[in-house]
């Protein structure tokens, strides 16, 4: 940067602007940190908690699974926030193998088909490749927040 009329007492250019352009901001090139989740390119139980975290969720792992005698895996059940929301978790070994469960289900009730199944709340199913999620809150935004994290794309390899 050029200073003009550093010593007191010119006149002529000390009130002239300084034109020269500030340079740019220093952009950081720093990775994201390595979470030590292996990226295989479909979901795993850390990619599901690392997405969620990043979501700014706040979630606790909870220590009974998640069953349903319509889904062929286990889940795992996450408590979000202070309060009574829950999701649930189902990561399947393909997203064929997710796939093949989810389409006998009504994706409004998350039940079989022509099975109606009651809950405490109304469930909101999400999908992604091998991944399905059941989503329980009266929160509108909470739901938001989860369905967004879960369906936003694949954790990159």
């Known amino acids: 940067m050029t200073v003009a009329g550093a010593c007191g007492g010119q006149?002529?250019?000390q009130n002239q602007a300084d034109t020269t352009a500030a340079p740019p901001p220093a952009i950081s090139t720093t990775a994201p940190a390595d979470t030590g989740?292996?990226?295989?390119?479909?979901?795993?139980?850390?990619s599901v908690e690392d997405r969620?975290?990043?979501?700014g969720l706040v979630i606790e792992r909870l220590p009974d699974p998640a069953t349903h005698d319509f889904l062929h895996v286990e889940g795992v059940r996450?408590?979000?926030g202070a309060g009574d929301d829950e999701v649930q978790v189902f990561v399947y070994p393909t997203?064929?193998?997710?796939?093949?469960?989810?389409?006998q289900m009504d994706s409004v009730s998350v039940s079989p088909k022509g099975d109606r199944r009651s809950y405490r709340v109304?469930?909101?199913l999400v999908t992604s490749a091998n991944l399905a999620a059941i989503v329980?809150?009266?929160?509108?935004r909470t739901s938001e927040r989860l369905?967004?994290?879960?369906?936003?794309?694949?954790?990159?390899?």
Do not use: H, M, Y
């Open 11 to 13: 006149t002529g250019d």
């Open 37 to 46: 989740c292996p990226k295989t390119g479909n979901w795993q139980l850390c």
């Open 52 to 55: 969620l975290t990043r979501a």
């Open 78 to 80: 996450f408590r979000v």
């Open 95 to 103: 997203p064929e193998a997710r796939i093949q469960d989810t389409q």
């Open 122 to 124: 109304p469930p909101l």
């Open 136 to 140: 329980f809150t009266l929160n509108e």
């Open 147 to 157: 369905s967004l994290a879960l369906s936003a794309g694949l954790p990159q390899r």
